[in-house]
């Protein structure tokens, strides 16, 4: 069945370097889609991405979506200790299936 | 319209027992999702609703696990006899159309215990 892997499982930066974490699906995707979930709480939508190449920007995070729509990045900027919690990506096979979490990647920050 | 709501917030219990959630989507949205979350994990697929249809429930679930949205509002869902491997949190989403241009908004969770 469909996969999504995430890497890497944690990262702890010092507050104002940047991160990324990758993202790697077993199939082609209709779109991804990045999700957050603070300490405690739970997964808040963040973007979808749907084309080929596609990058977008929301203030200090940069996500792009792989060519081959196989893969996907989330890039911070100059990390904030509010940056902290878990970045998930999300897959559809097509734009009407169910979306396919990958494990995470978990931010903590370092003031 | 505050979100989606899921109740309890918690819930502990003895091993072998039912147990029951429910789970209220944004009024306007049309599709309702169920996934359970173990630390350190992504959410995993359980079931979802187009309205009061379900139309997909994983191949993981046992049949132990069901779940239902009658007139496609809220939903409840029941684990049946549960099991230590059952604790959780239980999370509810609900999205206004298949495709998802504003994605899932998610609930707050119930947190399953079983002793």
């Known amino acids: 069945g469909q996969q999504v892997m995430q890497i890497p499982q944690y990262q702890h930066v010092q507050e104002g370097e940047d991160f990324t974490t990758y993202c790697n699906s077993s199939t082609t995707l209709s779109n991804i889609q990045w999700y957050k979930q603070r300490p405690g709480g739970h997964p808040v939508f963040l973007i979808q991405l749907v084309k080929s190449g596609e990058v977008k920007k929301q203030k200090r995070l940069t996500f792009q979506f792989g060519e081959a729509k196989k893969n996907s990045s989330l890039h911070i900027t100059a990390t904030q200790t509010t940056d902290v919690g878990t970045y998930f990506c999300?897959?559809?096979?097509?734009?009407?299936?169910?979306?396919?979490f990958g494990p995470g990647t978990s931010l903590s920050v370092i003031p | 319209d505050t979100g989606v709501s899921q109740d309890p917030r918690h819930k502990i219990t003895k091993r072998g027992q039912n147990v029951t959630f429910r789970c209220d989507p944004i009024s306007e949205h049309n599709r309702l999702y169920w996934y359970r979350q173990t630390l350190g994990q992504g959410p995993e697929f359980l079931t979802y609703?187009?309205?009061?249809?379900?139309?997909?429930k994983s191949r993981l679930l046992s049949d132990r696990f069901s779940a239902e949205r009658p007139k496609g509002s809220f939903s409840t869902l029941e684990i049946q006899r549960t099991e230590q491997g059952d604790s959780a949190m239980y999370l509810c989403a609900s999205s206004l159309e298949a495709a998802l241009t504003y994605g899932y908004t998610f609930g707050s969770g119930t947190r399953l215990t079983v002793v």
């Open positions: 999300a897959g559809q096979k097509t734009s009407y299936d169910k979306v396919i």
């Open positions: 609703f187009q309205n009061e249809a379900q139309l997909e």
